[in-house]
């Protein structure tokens, strides 16, 4: 197992769904459809699907800002609706779309939190500015979506929260920050604390995650830890060749399916190893070669076929 994965916690869950649903207009379309899950304590969970899934109506309902339209959201065994006041206090939280004003200083903003939540350790704040590499002096207007992410970031964490609720964190994040953001999240959950975040990109999650919820069309496909999620063993290759080669030389091949061409580009689905894909090339001149991995939704029609799944797989 990845150092950074872990088994499941037991024990009371830090967050409750129990049948979940939220829609939009009288007779609309469910934004989310009976959501059922447990996060527990000390745990890093990401919650998976592409846009317009249900993520972000999730998240605010877990952050009353929102109400569902009937189940019920615990945080800390405490109803978000009656005791939001007090569970606010022990929570970061995120959004995916971060508005502050934007005539103020990123100073401002920070010192205006800190006196609202009260008890902020201007050490950590420091810190934390520190590694974000994050320029305080400048006005929010002034910032690039990376750095507003970063401001966002510091806010949700800089009073060392007991749980994390990150919609989408690091959209706008370059890779040397991505890394900083996931050493961050690794020591919050050394610390015992909670994170969950929220991505339509599984290798974010795929790094520091240890279960992975998929919601897809208001509805949860299935919780699964990392590694049993990511097993579906298959990769996209693309291969530009000098002259054109027909698809049938790699079709039929071991592991090698869904071959298609333009031109003298071939792709191709290749599971397991390379070496099948190697010996149809042959002596066949190539340009270059290029090996994407799956996107999410391929992985999730790969692991679970094309029906939707009706019950809810839970690892173990």
């Known amino acids: ?79 978000v609706r009656e005791h939001a006041v007090e569970i606010h206090r022990r929570i970061g939280f995120m959004p995916g779309e971060l508005n502050l004003w934007p005539g103020r200083t990123g100073r401002d903003i920070v010192v205006y939190f800190s006196k609202v939540r009260g008890g902020v350790n201007p050490n950590v704040i420091k810190q934390i500015t520190e590694r974000l590499s994050l320029d305080l002096s400048m006005r929010v207007r002034e910032y690039s979506s990376g750095n507003k992410r970063k401001l966002g970031l510091l806010l949700a964490t800089m009073h060392e929260p007991e749980l994390l609720i990150l919609d989408e964190p690091t959209s706008g994040l370059d890779p040397l920050m991505q890394q900083t953001f996931n050493d961050m999240m690794l020591e919050m959950r050394a610390a015992g604390h909670t ?52 698809p049938s030389h790699f079709e039929g091949k071991n592991g090698i399916t869904n071959v298609t061409a333009d031109g003298t580009t071939l792709k191709m689905r290749v599971a397991g190893d390379f070496d099948a894909v190697i010996r149809a090339i042959g002596s066949d001149y190539v340009v270059n070669m290029k090996v994407h991995e799956p996107t999410l939704e391929e992985i999730f029609l790969a692991y679970y076929g094309e029906k939707p799944v009706t019950h809810l797989a839970v690892a173990s």
């Not at 919650?47 to 317009?52: C, E, F, R």
């Not at 998240?59 to 405490?78: E, H, N, W």
């Not at 579906?232 to 054109?244: G, K, N, Y």
Request: aromatic share 6%; glycine share 10%; charged share 15%.
């Open 1 to 79: 197992m990845n150092s950074n994965h872990r088994s499941t916690e037991t024990g009371t869950p830090v967050i409750q769904a129990h049948g979940l649903t939220k829609a939009y207009g009288r007779g609309g379309p469910l934004a989310l459809n009976r959501l059922n899950l447990d996060v527990y304590q000390g745990e890093i969970f990401g919650y998976l699907g592409p846009n317009g899934a249900g993520k972000s109506t999730t998240i605010r309902i877990l952050m009353d800002l929102i109400r569902p339209t009937s189940g019920t959201a615990t945080l800390f065994g405490q109803d």
């Open 195 to 246: 994170v969950f975040l929220s991505s339509h990109v599984l290798s974010e999650v795929q790094t520091i995650c240890d279960r992975v919820a998929i919601l897809r069309g208001g509805v949860l496909q299935a919780v699964e830890s990392v590694e049993k999620l990511t097993h579906a063993d298959f990769q996209w290759v693309t291969i530009t060749f000098r002259e054109p080669v027909s």
